[in-house]
């Protein structure tokens, strides 16, 4: 079992920055891929980033040169750095961890923390 637990959201106004921060704790050995998704009121949960090994990073179009994610290994954190907000990344952001077990893969969630953007 793996635990994930955010922290960072709140309010910003548009041209803001905010920093997001998920740890994990429980059976982190497994974790492989580690991942920031969000999801707007009305819309589906989308990929925004995510952090497939030592150094491979992913960003989906509209956040890219603006979003920065950054993962410790060490401390079991998964970090979403925010810049130049608009109010389209108003959401629920959520941090996912997929884990690799002997019978397949297991994809955990964490709460998921409010991110929103005023204009």
């Known amino acids: 079992q793996v635990q994930l637990v955010e922290s960072g959201g709140g309010l910003a106004q548009a041209g803001g920055s905010l920093r997001l921060s998920c740890a994990a704790s429980?059976?982190?050995?497994?974790?492989?891929?580690m991942g920031w998704y969000r999801q707007a009121p009305g819309k589906e949960r989308e990929l925004v980033a995510s952090?497939?090994?030592?150094?491979?990073?992913n960003y989906t179009d509209s956040v890219k040169g603006r979003f920065t994610i950054s993962r410790d290994n060490a401390k079991n954190t998964l970090d979403l750095q925010m810049n130049s907000l608009k109010s389209e990344d108003t959401a629920v952001y959520y941090c996912?961890?997929?884990?690799?077990?002997?019978?397949?893969?297991?994809?955990?969630w964490g709460q998921g923390t409010q991110v929103t953007v005023s204009s």
């Open positions: 996912n961890a997929i884990c690799q077990g002997y019978s397949g893969y297991v994809l955990y």
């Open positions: 429980g059976d982190t050995m497994c974790i492989t891929v």
């Open positions: 952090s497939i090994g030592i150094g491979i990073t």
